[in-house]
């Protein structure tokens, strides 16, 4: 069983800057795995959509930028861990941020939405 927990939304103006932090904690064997772990975000009354591209740590645990380098995604603290730093905020950016992790690095957004351990999300909003 595995529990995934986001942190670090709030309300901030344009341009301003936020961190989401995402655990993926196992409660039923001995932490042995290592979870590919993603962002996503949904804005009100939009799809949900993915932020970035799955974070592989076993293929490559260096920061990974998205957006025109406004987000960064990287691991927070030791493996089945993720951050989003993000900065230069848009009012566009406002949305629910999910953090989610799975046993393998889907390609397919589907494929996260039924197999994937999804934490309750972390709101962000942009306005001034």
């Known amino acids: 069983q595995l529990q995934v927990a986001e942190s670090g939304g709030g309300s901030v103006q344009p341009g301003g800057s936020l961190r989401l932090s995402c655990v993926a904690t196992?409660?039923?064997?001995?932490?042995?795995?290592?979870?590919?772990m993603s962002w996503f975000r949904q804005a009100p009354g939009k799809e949900r959509e993915r932020v970035g591209l799955p974070f592989d740590a076993h293929a490559d645990s260096s920061d990974q930028y998205y957006m025109e380098g406004r987000f960064t995604i990287g691991q927070e603290n030791g493996k089945n861990t993720l951050y989003l730093q993000m900065s230069g905020l848009k009012p566009e950016d406002t949305a629910m941020y999910y953090c989610a992790a799975a046993s393998l690095c889907y390609s397919n957004d589907k494929d996260w939405d039924k197999l994937a351990y999804w934490g309750s999300g972390t709101q962000v909003t942009v306005s001034s």
């Open positions: 196992e409660f039923d064997d001995y932490g042995y795995h290592t979870y590919c």
